[in-house]
């Protein structure tokens, strides 16, 4: 199963920072493009960013454009979104996936199992 593990969730003011973690622990994820999707209450789930293999690629949705930076460690293992200047309408469970790419590419098309997701809520 590829499975991802996120982290770094928690509670956040307008206008303020978290950094979310993706790690695996039985997954190469270094040999995969990752992928950042979201799902508030009651929506659907959305698509944020994406990172190629090498990180020399990264798309980012028009809602988080300019505010969040996906990023990823592949001696760690590790991918990262930094997010940035916080919105109200930023609060939901963030998910990461390996999604379909390659060393200069990535998209939205996941090719794994979703995992538990990490909650972000951004309120005053």
């Known amino acids: 199963q590829l499975q991802l593990v996120e982290s770094g969730g928690g509670l956040a003011q307008p206008g303020g920072s978290l950094r979310l973690s993706c790690t695996a622990s039985?997954?190469?994820?270094?040999?995969?493009?990752i992928a950042w999707f979201r799902q508030a209450p009651g929506k659907e789930r959305e698509s944020v960013s994406c990172?190629?293999?090498?990180?020399?690629?990264?798309n980012y949705e028009d809602a988080v454009m300019g505010r969040f930076t996906i990023s990823r460690d592949n001696a760690k293992r590790t991918v990262y979104l930094q997010m940035n200047n916080l919105k109200p309408e930023d609060t939901a469970t963030y998910y990461c996936?390996?999604?379909?790419?390659?060393?200069?590419?990535?998209?939205?098309?996941?090719?794994?199992?979703w995992g538990q997701g990490t909650q972000v809520t951004v309120s005053s």
């Open positions: 996936i390996p999604v379909l790419g390659n060393a200069w590419a990535c998209t939205f098309q996941i090719r794994g199992s």
């Open positions: 039985e997954f190469a994820l270094e040999n995969s493009p």
């Open positions: 990172i190629s293999i090498t990180g020399s690629r990264t």
